[in-house]
């Protein structure tokens, strides 16, 4: 049986709301609420797992991977960029254990959306819905956030690879 090399990885995102844009958190459009400001469809919760994905890869973050000051990203679906970071990961040998994430936001409730954010996520990660995690808190008044001005999601990953590809 092949030795695993695994790897953890935590990411972090925070966008402010934008009035007048649809709220897409794990790919899912959130009705009746302002969206997030950003160069993609801001899509805090993706970001969050992107990024844990990437550092757990040791490669360079989001911002560095789709940079905002190229067109190519701008209002591109989070779902495609999570596509692209996976591809990375087994550019380099690696994929996801499992995933979990925590959306923090006084707004919306987000706990009807799980079931279908775990459904998107699925395939793309390559992970049953089993393996991933998706929660939401507040932050009970506190920091930007927690005053209603943005919502922010923290991601933790477990990625691995194969005996053959340790070779550092």
């Known amino acids: 049986m092949p030795?695993?090399?695994q790897r953890m990885g935590l990411g972090f995102d925070v966008h402010p709301f934008q009035p007048e844009r649809p709220l897409i958190l794990g790919g899912v459009k959130i009705r009746d609420h302002d969206g997030l400001a950003g160069h993609s469809d801001a899509d805090a919760l993706i970001h969050?797992?992107?990024d844990a994905l990437l550092g757990a890869a040791g490669l360079n973050d989001i911002g560095h991977q789709?940079?905002?000051?190229?067109?190519q990203y701008r209002g591109i679906r989070s779902t495609i960029l999570l596509e692209r970071v996976v591809e990375l990961l087994r550019e380099n040998g690696l994929c996801p254990v499992n995933v979990d994430v925590t959306v923090i936001a006084q707004t919306p409730k987000l706990s009807p959306?799980?079931?279908e954010m775990k459904t998107i996520l699925?395939?793309?990660l390559g992970l049953p819905c089993n393996r991933i995690g998706v929660k939401a808190t507040t932050n009970e008044g506190l920091r930007s956030w927690g005053h209603d001005e943005g919502i922010a999601a923290m991601a933790v990953c477990l990625i691995e690879t194969a005996e053959r590809y340790l070779d550092t």
């Open 113 to 115: 959306y799980f079931s």
């Open 3 to 5: 030795r695993t090399d």
């Open 48 to 50: 969050a797992v992107c």
């Open 122 to 124: 699925s395939p793309i």
């Open 66 to 71: 789709f940079p905002d000051t190229d067109e």
